[in-house]
Nanobody, 121 residues
Framework: QVELVESGGGFVQPGTSLRLSCSASGRTFSNYVLAWFRQAPGKEREFLGL????????FYSDVVNGRFSISRNNAENTMYLYVNNLAPEDTAVYYC??????????????WGQGTQVTVSS
């Protein structure tokens, strides 16, 4: 299996940008399709997007609205989520997930513990 750890969250102001990281250990990182989810207070967890094993394909949910970008560096066993023009409604716990299979809708087989992002002035 693979262990995932998110980082990069924090308290940020509206209109700014943020980069979240998802670091992995365990099995070969490039074996996994990776995805980002988030869960806002009182809401269900929602899918944001995914990236293929070698990073040549990405797929985003409509909620992203062009403000999010996912990339990965297999040599460093890390995936990234870039978020631009943050808004208070982006406040949530952000999770990364992994699955050996490229399936949509994505089903996470392994999950990180999440990183909190709070957007407020």
């Amino acid at each position: 299996q693979v262990e995932l750890v998110e980082s990069g969250g924090g308290f940020v102001q509206p209109g700014t940008s943020l980069r979240l990281s998802c670091s992995a250990s365990g099995r070969t990182f490039s074996n996994y399709v990776l995805a980002w989810f988030r869960q806002a207070p009182g809401k269900e967890r929602e899918f944001l997007g995914l990236i293929s094993r070698r990073g040549e394909e990405t797929f985003y949910s409509d909620v992203v609205n062009g403000r999010f970008s996912i990339s990965r560096n297999n040599a460093e066993n890390t995936m990234y989520l870039y978020v631009n023009n943050l808004a208070p409604e982006d406040t949530a716990v952000y999770y990364c997930a992994a699955n050996e299979k490229f399936i949509i809708p994505f089903s996470g087989k392994y999950w990180g513990q999440g990183t909190q992002v709070t957007v407020s002035s």
